[in-house]
């Protein structure tokens, strides 16, 4: 399985793969964007199987790189990693496409139950 995570913090991607390594979800080749352009980018000519994707950052937010990536008919699993999980994100999120949205801090249990629906631990 190809995943992307797109975060514009190199320490919160490397904190994203640690944890989702302890959820059990190892094994997979993991491909990093800063930003959510370069994350479109990516997605559209690499066609992962799974995107997580931050909601805050430069160049493209993560619900604008959602919408697009919607827009341009890819059904591309995606779930939000970000430290903002209110009720109204977490629904704009699911009626825009999303599976869900993990809040940090996460934990890895959190990981396997939000991303069951596409990774088998």
């Known amino acids: ?11 919160m991607r490397m904190i994203v ?22 994350g479109l980018e990516i997605a559209q000519a690499q066609s992962p199987d799974l995107i997580l994707s931050d909601w805050n950052m430069p160049e493209m937010t993560g619900i604008e790189f959602l919408r697009a ?18 009720e ?4 704009m999120a699911a009626e ?4 869900g949205l993990i809040a940090k ?3 890895p249990e959190a990981f396997a139950d939000a991303l069951s ?3 088998s631990a």
């Open 105 to 107: 801090p996460f934990t």
């Open 17 to 38: 793969i640690r944890t989702m390594r302890q959820a059990g979800l190892e094994g997979h080749k993991i491909i990093e964007a800063e930003n959510g352009r370069e």
């Open 1 to 11: 399985m190809k995943i992307l995570i797109a975060d514009d913090s190199k320490a």
């Open 69 to 86: 990536l919607r827009a341009s008919g890819s059904t591309t699993p995606f779930c939000f990693v970000t430290s903002e999980g209110s």
């Open 88 to 91: 109204e994100m977490r629904t």
């Open 96 to 99: 825009s496409g999303a599976l």
């Open 117 to 119: 629906q596409v990774v």
